[in-house]
């Protein structure tokens, strides 16, 4: 599980870089900043709790920060306080630029107008878009539009039974 998490954390970071060339620094609007000097980064909280999630986030936004110089400004945000944040901001036009959620947002929050597209300059930052499955990158926002995110993980769901079992219900 640690490895998974840490794996998240890296790839996180190659995400932030690629966000990096294309959004705002740090404050509310197009995201026509090229030169940020500051990420503000909403965090969904995955581990067991918010502190746990900034111990392993944190070491690797150090390294971005080192290897970019921009600095990134991060808030771990509970899950029962993510999508109404996420509106809010929304609403208010003070949204991070940087935001890690589940794909079952993407497409309605892309649709509000909440997420800039990922395109195609982006994907070439973090080595092109061949680098992630193709159903994975078309769960990541609106069908018909260019993604909104960049995909952070992926698995895959499997149902089992008994065909027996079944049979006779």
């Known amino acids: 599980m640690r490895h998974a998490r840490a794996a998240s ?15 705002g620094g740090g404050s509310a609007g197009t995201g026509s900043n090229e030169s940020p000097k500051t990420l503000t980064y909403w965090a969904s909280n ?15 936004l150090k390294k971005f920060e080192k290897e970019t110089g921009i600095k990134v400004k991060l808030e771990v945000v509970p899950w029962a306080d993510l999508l109404n944040r996420i509106l809010a901001a929304t609403a208010s036009g003070q949204g ?11 497409a309605s ?4 107008g909440a997420l800039l597209p990922w395109d195609e300059k982006n994907f070439e930052a973090i080595g092109g878009r061949d680098r992630f499955v193709d159903s994975a990158v078309a769960s990541a926002g609106k069908e018909g539009e260019p993604p909104a995110a960049v995909p952070l993980y992926s698995l895959a769901y499997a149902l089992y039974y008994n065909k027996k079992m079944f049979a006779e219900a």
């Open 109 to 112: 929050l892309q649709a509000t």
């Open 9 to 23: 954390a890296i790839t996180l970071a190659i995400a932030i870089t690629a966000a990096a060339t294309g959004c």
């Open 96 to 106: 991070p630029d940087v935001l890690n959620i589940g794909n079952t947002w993407s």
């Open 46 to 60: 995955q581990g067991p709790s918010i502190e746990a999630d900034k111990e392993i986030l944190t070491p690797e």
